[in-house]
């Protein structure tokens, strides 16, 4: 296994989108960079969260190629491939290793359900040969919450053996501790990260080499300071703190509750919007979801000059 | 509610693929001409059997620009728009209307699990506008074992009431004839076709217009018996083989099954190629399948000229 360049939290950053429904690039850059200036180790564009599978692999591959124009350093972005065909993946992969991002991070296919490791395997294996490039690097995106199609711990295991060099690391979006859990005993050196902040500290304890969360949209201090602070004697008190603020985003819908969130904060209301079929959270929802946040004292802080588009 | 193109048995057409593992569009327009030939009332390319989804936009939209070309007529052809954004759903609909197909097969946005109708709503609505032509015939596809998100009856009802024009049909892949049932019912003069030959003499009888199945792939002589002779008296004879057929299949997973069929009865082994994560058949698998059909007496017949490549 060859080393692999991200650490702490990662954040699958929202996409915003304009009144007419287009990906909003000058909102995108300036949110990164805020993201990035509040610490995060990475951003990880183009994820679930960021509502990837809602735009078309062009869309995606002009917002990269915005980002890395506007000065984000590309080692710092492992952008999603989500497609369930090899020739999309492919090209999105081959479009970040173009532009020598820190990694990519591979959904399965998703469409098939049922489908066997063996097909799965089949799928990541000929990604690998088209991209044809050493500077691939591939973090398994496993969140069968929502693809239904996952990486076996198994399949992990053939995946890892046969592209040592290039399949370095993992997302774990399944919300089960017991799957993290087995894959950090079983792959020592190979990146696990928890796809949610709640399971920080204990992954952090197991060799986890960070998480990337949903939440880090509006909360990379908060979950830094339990990155930064997980040998210290506050770890648990840290830790409960995020949890307490995961949990009250997680009663709501959550691309919609963050974007709210961000919108609400940064008095940006076009924040707000999503593309079908996600749905807006409803006012009295954001009312609910606002008040909800108050109360365990959130605050994003002063709007920072790095977030002016 | 407008007229619609289709009736009978329809074919959501296998895609075929090299060897390199390209689609093959010698083998398609060959194969599409003869189920045509064979009494196929319309051929909706790029469904689930097809693969569809395991193909980009450009691949497509390739497949359906060779089709044309060589022939082909357009107002038999019901290609699929399977996308997971407004954005290529929209672009592989306007392909379509751009070549007079006779409608498109528009599966919901399949990524997002547990999306509110109102979202499946604001995505068929956004790709009506986008498409912008009075041309445009939608049939909804409804298919949740695979997609998982699906039309329900209400969500239809809004759809029809909103684009009566524009959506003037469905094809019920869920498996479940209450469904089927509930469509015909509800919407007298909505072009209802169930996915599976099984509900077709039950769909006829209930105002079915057709039936849109995987095994009109290598059935449509049989498939059409029961469809032109529903009301004689050999109906439900009849109904009983093609039901014995179906059941047969799937025994296997459908769509190497289909190709290994096609592979077997016309000497063409290249056809029982799929693209991962689907997996072709083992030997064992193949060799009790073409067992299993030749119990039945099933005989695709002579190889046509048609299906010279």
Redesign the interface.
Known sequence: MTTQPFHGVLVPVLTPFTPS?DPDLGRFVGFCRWLLDQGAGGLSVFG?TSEA?????P?RMALLDGLIEAGIPAEKLMPGT???????AA?LARHAVDHSCGGVLLL??????G??D???Y??V??VIEQVASPALRIYLYHIP?????GYSLDLVGHLIKAYPETVVGLKDSSGDWNNTAALLERFPGFAVFPGSEVFLLDGLRKGAVGCITASGNINVPGIKKVYDGWRGPQADALQADITALRNALQAYPMVPALKRVVAHYHNDPNWAAV?????PLSQAQSAALIADLGKLGFTLGERPRSMAA
């Open positions: 429904g679930t599978n809602s735009m078309s692999g869309e989500g497609a369930c065909s090899i020739t999309e090209s399965p296919p998703f469409y098939y359900k489908v066997p063996e097909g799965v089949a799928f294996s000929r919450p929502v693809a239904q199609v593309r079908p079929p996600l749905v």
